[in-house]
């Protein structure tokens, strides 16, 4: 019931900035939590930042100061403000979010398709 697209990713110098945004759409489902994941080449996918549906945030300690999380819950989407881009950033970037799912009564865990972000000089 919930597809989530990502969008914004690219190839960006080191120092630069990107702005992720991940829409979600469907029927049925009402967003509890979102957040951004990524998965670089021989390594395992690790959270970048989340927020719940109010203010609370979290984010991975490489990325504190410089990545910002936020949301906007009439549209359904989140977005994830990356600045003072590193090259060790570079990975696809997976949108998540934790929906109630009305048709089951349950929360789920749904994901997006994967951003490619290169950081390069």
């Known amino acids: 019931q919930v597809q989530l697209v990502e969008s914004g990713g690219g190839l960006v110098q080191p120092g630069g900035s990107l702005r992720l945004s991940c829409a979600a759409s469907g029927s049925g489902f009402s967003i509890n939590a979102m957040g951004w994941y990524r998965q670089a080449p021989g390594k395992q996918r690790e959270l970048v930042a989340a927020i719940t549906s109010g203010t609370d945030t979290n984010y991975a300690d490489s990325v504190k100061g410089r990545f910002t999380i936020s949301r906007d819950n009439a549209k359904n989407t989140v977005y994830l403000q990356m600045n003072s881009l590193k090259p060790e950033d570079t990975a696809v970037y997976y949108c998540?979010?934790?929906?109630?799912?009305?048709?089951?009564?349950?929360?789920?865990?749904?994901w997006g398709q994967g951003t490619q972000v290169t950081v390069s000089s």
């Open positions: 998540n979010a934790v929906a109630y799912n009305y048709y089951v009564g349950d929360d789920y865990y749904y």
